[in-house]
Nanobody
């Protein structure tokens, strides 16, 4: 069973940076797509970005493009979400997700494995 654990959330001032980590275990497929979603209060979960193991391809939502970078530590099976120039509207619970295969989905139903989420709060 794939198990995902996020860490690194917290309180940060607008304009600041934060790096979220996702530790994955129980991975048995040869390749995965790992992604980040976020859920702001009263809103639906929204795609942030994804990393395709095959080729190291990344894909970002337009709302975060240029401010966010997803990377992977192959030795540790960890994926990172580096967020810069944070805005108040980035406040949300951030979820690390994974799906076996190579297709990058931008909707939650595309991912079968979910972490418990980590809170990111951006203050003014």
């Amino acid at each position: 069973q794939v198990h995902l654990v996020e860490s690194g959330g917290g309180l940060v001032q607008a304009g600041g940076s934060l790096r979220l980590s996702c530790t994955a275990s129980g991975l048995t497929s040869s390749t995965y797509v790992m992604a980040w979603f976020r859920e702001a209060p009263g809103k639906e979960r929204k795609f942030v970005g994804a990393y395709r193991w095959t080729g190291g391809t990344t894909w970002y939502d337009d709302s975060v493009k240029g401010r966010v970078t997803i990377s992977k530590d192959n030795a540790k099976n960890m994926v990172y979400l580096q967020m810069n120039s944070l805005k108040l509207e980035d406040t949300a619970i951030y979820y690390c997700v994974a799906s076996a295969g190579t297709t990058i989905y931008t909707v939650p139903r595309g991912y079968e494995y979910w972490g418990q989420g980590t809170q990111v709060t951006v203050s003014s």
